[in-house]
């Protein structure tokens, strides 16, 4: 990276560290929870988008959302999870970039967030930007004034 001052690295466009929307894991709306706990379990994630047949963005999904309605007062009912649709009981309260956003809003959205979603102006999901990739930059922006 060119050396940069502290407002240039903030006001530089978040588009180079994007992981595009063709490698993040998903699942669609109308499938039902088998289906999402399947994702999240082979893939490791801790939570994943939900979006619909045009890629727009509605929401996310964690294990937590999954588990939770189907514990029942002394087991857990698995065989309620096909009855369950992820439309259902995902979040549709997410905090978004979008894609013309600078790294100072990604760095303000990221303390609370593991990753963030990107959209454009249609609601399109664009892919994630995750606090790994964000730390990583900032990191190679602070030990540029001190190597
Ligand atoms: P990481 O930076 O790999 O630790 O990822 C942090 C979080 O971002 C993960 O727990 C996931 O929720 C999300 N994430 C990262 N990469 C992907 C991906 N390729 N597909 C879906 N979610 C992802």
Known sequence: ?????SREFLEMPITDFIISSEKVAHVQMGNNAEHALLVLTKTGYSSIPVLDAKYRLHGMLSMRMITEPILGMDHI??????????????DKKVATLNIGDNFQRALDLVINHAFLCVIDDEGTFMGIMTRRVILKQLKKHIYQFNS
């Not at 990276?1 to 001052?5: A, D, H, K, N, R």
């Not at 009912?77 to 096909?82: A, F, N, S, V």
């Open 77 to 90: 009912e698995y065989e309620r999870l096909t009855d369950i649709k992820v439309d259902e009981i995902m």
């Open 1 to 5: 990276m060119m050396s940069l001052s």
